[in-house]
Every structure is written in C-alpha cells, then in structure tokens.
C-alpha cells in the first residue's frame, strides 16, 4: 500500500474545517520543506544527518527525533504517514531493531536507498566505527519498499550471516532469527518532490509483560536499555506514542518517558487511535489535547490513521489524510474543541511542529557541539600519544637500520627510477595537461571583422608553432581545460578607441596590451595550483607505499604510523612551500608584462604580424594571397631566346625590387607592400599580445613544473633524517625506552590505539562537516 502515491485523490480531499489545516491532494510536502521555512533550517538538517553519517553520535549528543511507544501503540501507521512508505506488519517484525528515516525534498524523481549500519559485531561487541552496508539498489519503485525493509531487518537480526544472502533469498524461510532484537538499525534515505524534510528515527516498541508477542525477561530488558540509550540523551526529542483504545497508565512508554524527560519539555505526544476510544471515555482524552494533564513544553497531539482494513483496500495518503480531517472534523469530542487546540490533530500539524522543533533544537545545539567535538578531538589526540610504542629485539639498531634504508630508497624514488610506475612517470601526464592547459588560454585573435562575409568560420593555426608547441594531437586522453573565445579585430580596434586618452591621433596606449596579457594570465593560478595538488597527491600515495614496504612488518604498526605523520607533515610543508612560490610565480606573471628577451619577442611578433595580415590578405586578395603561395625561389626562371633570365610573376616583382636597392625581401613580405590597413593597430595590438604569450607561456610552463621539482619533489628528500630521527625521539635521552616501546605492544593496547584512531577519525570527520555548514 502506497500513502504517498497520487494526485488524483477524490474532491473532498480538498475540503477544509472550520479550525484545521486540512491538506490538499498536493500538499504532500510537509515540515521542513515548507516554503515558508528558512533553507538554512534545511541546510541544518542535512548537517545532522551528515553528521550521524559519521558515527559521531556514539561519542557527541546529536539532534534526533526517536518515536517510541508500546508494542501495538500505532507507531508503524504514523511512521508510514510521515514517510510516505509501507512498513512490514507480519509477525510484528517491523519493530525489531531501531528504524532510521531520513526525509529530503529534492527536484529529482522519488528514490530510497536501504542501508544496514551496524555498531556491534556479530558477538555484541560496540565496533570503534560503524559498519555500512548499502542493502540493494537504490529503489525507485515504492511498492519494493516494505519488501526491502522486511528483508534489511531479517540481514540485522542474523549478523553471522552474510546480508546478501537475504536480498536475493527466500522472503522468509521459516527459521528463527539469531537474535530477537538489535541495537544495529536500517537507514532509510527517501529523497523526491513530495517528501518532507525531516529525519527520525523509530525505534522498537516496549514490550509490556512476557506474555505479550513472544516477549521474555531478556528481550523486555534489551528493548527497554535500546529505548533508554536514545532517549536519555538531552538533544533526543521524544515522539511518544500513546494509543487511545488502552488504558493511559497502563502504557510504559510514558513511565519511561517521565523517567528521563520528567519536566516534558523535549517531549511530543501522540495520541493514536481515536476512533477505538470505548464509548463514553473519549472526554477523559480531552485534558491531554489541552495540556491540562501530563503537561508537555510541546503538547500533545491527535492523528487518525487508516485501519487494517483500509490499508488492504488501497487508500492513498491523500484519502487517508482527507479521511482523517472529516474524522476530527465531524467526530465529537474533537470536533467540538476550541480553535486554538485545534492546531494539535492530524498529522499535517503534527509533521509541522515536529520540523520546527527539531530545526531550532539544532540551531541551539550547533555551538555546543562544535565545542564538545573540538574539546573530544583534543582528549582523542591525547589519548593517541599517550599509548604506548611497539615492541622489537633490539629496537634502536633495528629501527635506526630502517630509517637509513627508507631514507635510501626515498631518495632513489624522488630521483626517478626506471619503470612505468615510477614516480616522475606517473606526474608526467599531469606536467603535459599543464602546459596544454596553459597553451589553450592563448588568445584567439581574428584578423578579421566580425560580421565580414570574407572571415573563415574555422581559423587555422600558424604553422611556424608546429614544431614549438607540441603535438596537439598526442595524448587526447588527457582532459585541458577549454581554449579562449575568440577575439575579432573590430574588438581589439574598439577596446583600443576606448583606451585612448591624450595621445595623438593613429596612437594607443600600452594599456591595451596589458589588459588582453592580463586576461590570458589570469587563468594561470589555478592550473599551476592543480598540478601542485595531483604531485602532491601522488608523491603522498607513492611515499605511503614505501613506508608501507619498510616498516608495515614492525611491531605492530606503531613505527609506521609515526613515519607516515612525520613524512605527510613534512611533505604538507614541501607543498604548502610550493604553493606559495607557485602563486609568487603566478602573481609576477600577473602583475604586468616584463621579458629581457627582446629578440625572441620582436621574432614572434613579426611572425603573428605577417601571420594576421598574411590571413587577413588572403581574404580580402586572393590573387596576391595565391601567387605568393605557388611562389618557390628555387625554382628556374625563364628566359628569353638568348638565354637572359626573364623573370614573371611574383620572381618579377621581388626582382624589380632588388633593382632598386631594396633586397633581402621576401614573397611572403609582400604583404607589406599593399596600401595601409585601417586595421593596422589593431593588427599591432594583436601580434604584440600573441607574441608575448609566447614568451610568456613557456617561461611559465618551465617554472612551475621546476619549482614543484625543488620545492616539493626534491624537497621532501632534504633533512628527512633528521626530520624522523627528531620527530621520533630516538637520539634523545630517552631513546633507549622509546625504541623499546615502538617494539612492543600489548593486544589490549593495540586495540585500544585502534579505537581511539577511529575515534579521532569520525570526530574529525564530523568536524570538517560542521566546517561546512556555511558554504
């Protein structure tokens, strides 16, 4: 059955009361996804559930929502209101490990993924870190949902057997599971258009005597210590679960709800059933919805929900919900309450109010955990040191022996070796992206006007780059970022005008220049900086593997770990040096243009010149563009009857040329002979800013992958002796004792020292998302 299925529901649905909030058939989205709501209350939300994705929970209090109550207390129909889902029924199995539901609204198409998190073993044991198993496909179906779970909660009541085994297996093959309930739980994230944001988790109901659906002595006490580690938390807001058709002190829940929230004010109630009030009762259920009895900071609310008999008849969520408001609109006592305890039935109101407490509790708490999560980081970290070192049989010879071979083959490694996994092999396609990366920011200027029917669509390149420039064609697996728009002589001619100040006519300023070289050198910084990073990040995996190699068979990992923090801060420090000359580098180049290399300036800028005009020759004379290209000087000159050389063409005109004193010209400098261009600043502009792209160009390509070199490849290899002889603290006055307890260690400490590393890992973790909640 699907409560959250379809639009068509029936036109009463769109009927309202007199004093309640009646939903339509679209309003689906409840609570946080309310528009009227802030989307940094959502934000917030999705920041606690990243955060209980990090285990953090077992060691901070995390904002939740855990509904409880009596076994048969209405929680599943509830449950399957807010979320929109169906929840298993048989054999009240649906109720047997605790339940995570995690509600988002989102654009895309309804989807749910089921995951089993487990935090103990399959003997009980609390693991340092909880496990994750994503249970199945993602469902896109919802009517594969209550299948799923049933199947989810049989994998986390027998932890000795493989999960897979029950995705693909008989739905139920008749045994008995290993354990009749579990602190492990099911993870549902439910994202769509129609969900509500909000998240909760439901946990199983308290068993009331053993008499009651299979309970025993133990499994009361285990349910009852599950329930009791969520709700004694201070920032766990109760949903407590009371249904109307049993006797109000006779149900345990709220015994064990005063327990532990005795002033009620982080707690809900939720009066269920109402509709199996014995006739004659229903006013002794009034002093609650007034909060005039069992006082809550919250009150307590009313819900109807479907029967058993509707839910086998198909009702839809928006049937059900319109069912439910002709209940409390048409049923007395409740119809007949005051408007202002209206608001307190059916569940829209209820999902609302629940969205708003759990927001303003995590906006209250948030302060507070940053600071238990830095002061818990610091115990952690202290607690890491504290433990003691591994142990050896003669641990300073043996450890010093280490060092000086690690350090070797460190340095063989920086130097290069000959294999195709070697080191500088492996950066190499990211040195060559780099250059292709910056050779694509070049400028692509047009000689040409922008709407001139003459200008190709496709402009080729100079072939005078073929040989300098590299092969375009070579490596097109590797991915540069794309080239630069390109740029028509009519925009450089009109940035030029605008740039103009006092200078005379036919004159521009340098200024155009610097802006068209500060555009292209702009977009330098953050390739140089990736290159730095991927070095980085493949000298750090390269150098985890060596020390790996060294020291992984010593002890009982306590040296690795220590050369492997010593190594990373040392190398994070080579990076961190890099990147800040990388970005000197970067910022010069930036800062305006400067080369002493004149002659190879003035080389490529009447190259770019004859190149541009060449071009824009071509379209404008085709003739002259075609003679000058069919023009070989080696070719024989034709002569007349007495053998005279009789030259023709363009041999002719270059001749003609030489006869009057103006030799050394060129075919392709004719060109130059025609009448002036009114383009030819911009032509100037152009071949000036190409040129010193150049020049440019590869004197950044060349610095940056030498400044990596030195600062950080090479660079981590310098002082690393002393960087582990004085991070371990071997040389020192205790080394003798040090060297001895990085050689011994203890299965007790060992494990402990695995704890705390988890520990410290999820924590932070959970700091870097709390970092987050700002971006």
């Known amino acids: 059955m699907d409560f959250n299925t379809p639009r068509s529901a029936s036109p009463d649905t769109e009927s309202s009361t007199s004093f309640g909030s009646s939903p339509s058939p679209d309003d689906h989205g409840v609570g946080l996804s309310n528009p009227q709501l802030s989307q940094g209350r959502r934000r917030m939300l999705d920041l606690v559930n990243r955060l209980h994705n990090t285990g953090v929970q077992i ?4 904002p939740q929502i855990a509904v409880i109550g009596s076994q048969s207390a209405g929680k599943s129909s509830l449950i399957e209101s807010i979320s929109g889902i169906t929840l298993p ?27 089993l998190r487990f935090i103990t073993d399959k003997n009980g044991q609390t693991l340092g870190q909880p496990r994750v198993e994503q249970f199945g496909d993602t469902i896109l179906a919802k009517s594969e949902v209550e299948d799923r779970i049933r199947r989810a909660q049989r994998a986390i009541l027998n932890p000795s057997t493989p999960f897979r085994d029950f995705l693909d ?47 025993n002595d133990r499994d009361i006490a285990m349910v009852k210590s599950l329930v009791t580690s969520y709700i004694s938390k201070p920032s766990c807001v109760i949903l407590l679960t009371v249904a109307c058709e049993t006797d109000f002190e006779n149900q345990g829940a709220h015994h064990l709800t005063k327990e532990y929230d005795p002033a009620g004010k982080r707690t809900i109630g939720v009066l269920t059933k109402p509709d199996r009030i014995p006739r004659g009762d229903e006013e002794s259920w009034l002093p609650l919805i007034r909060n005039e009895q069992e ?53 829209t109101n209820l999902v609302d109010r629940l969205s708003t407490i759990l927001s303003d509790l995590i906006a209250k708490r948030l302060p507070q955990i940053q600071i238990e999560l830095e002061n818990t980081i610091m115990k952690t970290r202290a607690g890491l040191q504290a433990l003691p070192k591994p142990p050896s049989s003669d641990p300073s010879s043996e450890i010093a022996a280490l060092l000086h071979e690690f350090v070797g083959a460190l340095h063989a490694l920086l130097e290069g070796v ?8 492996t950066i190499r396609p990211a040195q060559e992206r780099f250059r292709r990366e910056i050779q694509r920011t070049a400028p692509d200027f047009r000689p040409f006007e922008r709407d001139r029917e003459f200008a190709p669509g496709r402009f080729p390149a100079p072939s005078f780059l073929d040989n300098e420039d590299g092969d375009e064609t070579e490596d097109d697996d590797i991915e540069v970022l794309g080239g630069s728009p390109p740029i028509f002589i009519d925009d450089v001619l009109d940035r030029a005008h605008a740039a103009r100040t006092r200078e005379l006519p036919g004159h521009y300023p340098f200024v155009v220049q610097k802006s068209f070289i500060a555009e292209f050198t702009a977009r330098w910084a953050s390739s140089a900086q990736v290159l730095c990073r991927v070095v980085h990040c493949t000298l750090s995996q390269q150098i985890n593997a060596l020390i790996a190699l060294h020291f992984s ?29 990388i970005a000197k580098q970067v910022a010069l180049e930036v800062g305006g243009p400067l080369t002493l290399n004149a002659h190879y300036l003035a080389d490529y800028k009447a190259k770019f010149l004859s190149y541009y005009k060449g071009a824009r020759e071509t379209a404008q004379n085709p003739v002259l563009a075609a003679a000058i290209a069919a023009f070989r000087p080696e070719q024989p000159i034709p002569t007349d009857v007495y053998g005279t050389p009789v030259p023709t063409g363009v041999a002719q005109v270059l001749s003609s040329l030489a006869a009057v004193g103006l030799s050394g010209i060129n075919a392709e400098d004719l060109v130059k002979l025609m009448p002036p261009d009114r383009m030819d600043p911009a032509l100037n502009i152009m071949s000036d800013v190409r040129a010193y792209f150049q020049v440019a160009y590869k004197r950044i390509t060349d610095n940056v992958p030498l400044t990596i070199d030195h600062e950080l490849v090479r660079g981590v290899g310098r002082d690393m002796l ?31 020292r695995e704890e705390l590393g988890k520990r410290l890992e999820r924590l932070e973790t959970a700091s870097r998302e709390l970092m987050r909640v700002g971006m």
């Open 295 to 347: 006082t809550l900071e919250n009150n307590w609310y009313c819900v109807k929900q479907p029967s058993s008999q509707d839910l086998k008849q198909g009702m839809t969520w928006a049937q059900a919900r319109a069912r439910e408001n002709e209940f409390f609109a048409s049923t007395a006592p409740w119809s007949t309450l005051d408007p202002m305890y209206q608001k307190y039935l059916r569940t």
């Open 169 to 215: 297996g008989d739905d139920d093959d008749g045994s008995a599971p290993e354990v009749s309930f579990s602190t492990n739980y099911i993870s549902l994230q439910i994202t769509g258009p129609e969900v509500a944001d909000l998240s909760f988790v439901d946990l199983p109901g308290l068993i009331a005597s053993v008499s009651t659906r299979g309970g």
């Open 418 to 425: 000959p294999s195709a996994d070697g080191l500088l092999q």
């Open 59 to 62: 060691d901070i209090d995390l």
């Open 89 to 115: 029924r048989a054999a009240g199995t649906c109720t047997r490990c605790p339940t995570e539901c995690r509600l988002s609204r989102s654009d895309t198409p309804w989807k749910c993924t089921v995951e």
């Open 553 to 581: 068979s010593f002890g009982q990992g306590g040296l690795e770990q220590r050369v492997t923090i010593l190594v990373q801060d040392h190398l994070k420090q080579r990076a961190q040096d890099a990147q800040a000359l």
């Open 722 to 752: 002393l960087t582990l002889y004085s991070g371990l603290g071997i040389n020192g006055s205790d080394g003798v004792r040090i060297c001895r307890e990085l050689a011994q260690e203890s299965p007790s400490v060992a494990g402990k």
